[in-house]
């Protein structure tokens, strides 16, 4: 049974910076896709950032440059890194293993304040 645990949310002003964590089980991150996700009130949820098993990563272009995904092979952990946030990022976060039908994490949320 895949198990999803994100932690690391919280409150931070516009131009500032969290670091997400997933911790996972039943499912090993060095040879799976894991991706983030988010989901702001009134919206649809969004892919945010994938890693693949060969490392590739890919974005959603509103996070490029701004956003690093990242894994940790020994911890069986997947991160995000969020610099230079805006209050457009506010939402709650997910992990995910196996994409839209796959396993999801509790969320955690992200509030950026301007």
């Known amino acids: 049974q895949v198990q999803l645990v994100e932690s690391g949310g919280g409150l931070v002003q516009a131009g500032g910076s969290l670091r997400l964590s997933c911790a996972a089980s039943?499912?090993?991150?060095?040879?799976?896709?894991m991706g983030w996700y988010r989901q702001a009130p009134g919206k649809q949820r969004e892919l945010v950032a994938r890693?693949?098993?060969?490392?590739?990563?890919n974005y959603a272009d509103s996070v490029k440059g701004r956003f690093t995904i990242s894994r940790d092979n020994a911890k069986n952990t997947v991160y995000l890194q969020m610099d230079s946030l805006k209050p457009e990022d506010t939402a709650v976060y997910y992990c995910?293993?196996?994409?839209?039908?796959?396993?999801w994490g509790q969320g955690t949320q992200v509030t950026v304040s301007s």
């Open positions: 890693i693949f098993s060969a490392g590739t990563t």
């Open positions: 039943g499912v090993i991150v060095r040879i799976s896709a």
């Open positions: 995910n293993f196996g994409g839209e039908y796959g396993s």
